[in-house]
């Protein structure tokens, strides 16, 4: 689905990213691990367009959209919800909504979005509760459930996930991998799930990267990757042998 090759990213003189090559199955879900500042979010703004790179990103029928702005990738189909979350505060859950289509709905469109809000909301019916609720006033959890929401109002072929799980609760981060996989399995979307969760992460996902200074050093189907002596020193430690 998506080919990456060779890929620096930086910003100012600092290089991010050292020349990664990856590439992001259909259907699956792969997922990257790595310290904090290893570059894994900046490896999700490069293929969103959010930050100076260079370097090839083929995605589908050999298009490269390495050069792209961030507008014109969302609108080939990939979206990317970022570290933090970023719903906006003072939108309802239901504006929240609206505003995922922009990038195929238009700022003043009229095409009815009723169905694909309906589907949102059947993932995540706690969203429904709230549709009138600031958005600022959400949990944790479910405000990552809104930027998730957010992101598949907008026809996304490809998701590109920043560390979901990040400040939420062990029983709310079980919920959300839950839905994670729906959307992979049911939905059909390609997923990109950047997390420090390791173990979750390659628990969750078919194939596994890890980065480590802007390197790619590690990489494999998950299974093997879990096996692997440097990632159970470095990243699972004492939970290696944990279910
Ligand atoms: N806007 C920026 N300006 C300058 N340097 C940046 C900027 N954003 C990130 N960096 C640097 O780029 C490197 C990679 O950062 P990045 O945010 O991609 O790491 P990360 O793996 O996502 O970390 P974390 O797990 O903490 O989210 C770090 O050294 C960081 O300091
Ligand atoms: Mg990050």
């Not at 090559?21 to 979010?41: D, F, H, P, V, Y």
């Not at 239901?94 to 309906?118: A, C, D, S």
């Not at 990109?192 to 596994?208: G, R």
């Amino acid at each position: 689905m998506i080919k990456i090759s060779n890929l620096h990213a930086y910003y100012g003189t600092i290089e991010a990213l050292k020349g990664i090559n990856m590439e992001i199955r259909k259907g699956q879900i792969t997922c990257l691990i790595g310290s904090n500042g290893a570059g894994k979010s900046t490896l999700l703004k490069s293929i969103s367009g959010a930050c100076n790179r260079s370097g090839s990103i083929m995605y589908k029928d050999n298009a490269d959209i390495s050069n792209l702005s961030p507008q014109k990738v969302a609108r080939l189909g990939i979206t990317h919800v970022p570290e933090g979350r970023h719903v906006f505060p003072g939108l309802t859950v239901k504006e929240n909504l609206e505003v995922g289509t922009i990038n195929w709905h238009g700022f003043f469109g009229r095409k009815p979005y009723q169905k694909e809000m309906e589907e949102v909301f059947a993932l995540f019916p706690r969203l429904k509760e709230r549709e009138n609720q600031l958005s600022w006033s959400l949990s944790g959890g479910e405000q990552q459930m809104l930027a998730i929401g957010r992101a598949l109002m907008s026809h996304p072929e490809v998701l590109l996930l920043d560390e979901p799980s990040m400040g939420l609760a062990p029983l709310v981060i079980a919920e959300l991998f839950e839905k994670i996989v729906e959307i992979n399995k049911e939905w059909g979307l390609t997923i990109l799930l950047v997390e420090q969760n390791a173990k979750l992460a390659m628990k969750t996902a078919d194939y596994t990267y890890v980065l480590e200074r802007g390197n790619i050093t590690v990489e494999g189907p998950s299974a093997e990757v879990r096996s692997n002596d440097m990632v159970i020193k470095s990243y699972l430690g004492k939970f290696a042998n944990t279910k």
